[in-house]
């Protein structure tokens, strides 16, 4: 295979590929996760002030599911053990924080 030949399957493989626009929606994402889990902590330490009931489950519920299934996402894609394992680690939490959050809704004591 020559040159030409190697750069003509090369473009065929990317087609319709911006790889700048990939790279930038890679940085987007790990800042909005970044952000998503400073707005988290706001919530929930403005929750624990001002009704001193601690922290706010669901807006954790909901960031860690996003985590989740982000990791799972790329181990599914990647087959990376470490994106499994946090994956798995992060739907754990996820879990726990939606029993705590069913266990506040339903008033349990």
């Known amino acids: 295979m ?5 750069l003509k399957k ?4 990317n087609k319709d590929r911006d790889f700048v626009e990939e790279a930038v929606l890679a940085k987007a994402n790990s800042i909005a996760l970044c952000v998503g889990i400073f707005m988290c902590g706001i919530i929930s330490i403005l929750k624990g002030l001002l009704t ?5 489950p669901a807006v954790w519920t909901v ?6 299934t982000t990791m799972l996402v790329k181990f599914a894609k990647m087959r990376k053990r470490h994106e499994l394992l946090l994956g798995l680690l992060y739907l754990a939490f996820c879990v726990v924080f939606f029993v705590f959050y069913l266990h506040d809704l339903l008033g349990m004591a």
């Open 2 to 6: 020559d040159k030409d030949e190697i």
């Open 10 to 13: 090369s473009r065929e493989e």
């Open 52 to 56: 001193e009931k601690g922290t706010e």
């Open 63 to 68: 960031y860690f599911s996003v985590l989740a």
